[in-house]
C-alpha cells in the first residue's frame, strides 16, 4: 500500500545551523504535500506545503523542495532557532485514492541554543 | 474566529467505563478525523469521515466508536473494550471530502485530549 517515509527520526542541530528532513512517498499520483509542525502538548499544525506544478517553495526561513522523479520532498529550515525545536510532519494527502492523509513517522528536532 | 476544539484537555477513565471525547469545528469543513498519538510516536488513524452520516474505520478501530450526526461535530467514544487507551488523541478537519470528489488536502487539527486510566 502507500506509504510516506521520512527521515531522520531525531536532529539536533546548533542554533543558527540549518535542518534538512526528507520523506519519500509512494503513490505517483499525489500533487500535493504539507508539512506539519507540533509543539510539545499540542496538535500539529501547517508550517508550510508544495505541489507539483512547482519545484520549490520559500516562506522566510524555510522551505520545500519537491522532486517528483524521485518521489521525495524536503523541509529545509535555515538560521534555526530554540523555538523550532518541534516534531515534523511530512503528509502525502493524495495516497489511498484521495479520502485519507499518510503521515511520515517524524522527525524530533533539538536546536541547541 | 474559526477552528477546531477538543475537550475536555485531560480525561480521565476508570477501568470498564467508556468515555467520549468531544470534537467540533466551524470550519465548514467536510471531512474530519481521529488520531491516536503515543508517546514519542506519529499519528494513526482511528475513524474517518467524509460526509455527515458516514464514517469509515481507520488503521486502529478496534475499541472505538465514532457518529457524525452533524457536520461540525465528530464525537469519539473510548470504549472498554480498548485494553490500553492511554494515548494523546487529535482531531484533525479539512475542507474536501466525499460530497467534491476531490482529493484531500490540508488538515488542521484541534489541541488534543489526554486520556489517562485510573
Known amino acids: 500500500g502507500e506509504n510516506v517515509e521520512q527521515h531522520p527520526s531525531t536532529l539536533s542541530v546548533q542554533e543558527g545551523d540549518s535542518a534538512v528532513i526528507k520523506c519519500t512517498y509512494s503513490?505517483?499520483?499525489?500533487?500535493?504535500f504539507p508539512w506539519y509542525k507540533q509543539e510539545l502538548g499540542k496538535g500539529p499544525q501547517l508550517i508550510i506545503d508544495?505541489?507539483?506544478?512547482?519545484g520549490e517553495k520559500k516562506d522566510q526561513r524555510i522551505a520545500v523542495t519537491l522532486n517528483k522523479t524521485a518521489k521525495h520532498f524536503s523541509l529545509h529550515i535555515t538560521e534555526t532557532q530554540p523555538e523550532d525545536s518541534a516534531v515534523y510532519f511530512c503528509a502525502d494527502p493524495g495516497a489511498t485514492g484521495g479520502f485519507k492523509t499518510i503521515f511520515g513517522a517524524g522527525t524530533r528536532l533539538f536546536v541547541k541554543a | 474566529d474559526g477552528g477546531i476544539t477538543q475537550s475536555p484537555k485531560y480525561l480521565f477513565r476508570k477501568e470498564g467505563q467508556n468515555v467520549t471525547l468531544s470534537c467540533e469545528q466551524n470550519l465548514n469543513h467536510d471531512a474530519m478525523y481521529w488520531y491516536r498519538q503515543d508517546p514519542g510516536q506519529g499519528l494513526r488513524l482511528i475513524y474517518y469521515?467524509?460526509?455527515?452520516?458516514?464514517?469509515q474505520k481507520g488503521d486502529i478501530a478496534e475499541g472505538y466508536s465514532v457518529s457524525r450526526e452533524k457536520k461540525e461535530s465528530f464525537p469519539l467514544t473510548v470504549t472498554s473494550a480498548q485494553k490500553n487507551p492511554t494515548a494523546f488523541y487529535l482531531c484533525a478537519s479539512s475542507i474536501f471530502g466525499r460530497s467534491s470528489g476531490t482529493r484531500q488536502e490540508t488538515q488542521y487539527f484541534g489541541p488534543g485530549t489526554r486520556l489517562l486510566v485510573l
Open positions: 503513490d505517483s499520483a499525489s500533487n500535493y
Open positions: 508544495i505541489r507539483s506544478n512547482v
Open positions: 469521515s467524509q460526509i455527515v452520516n458516514d464514517f
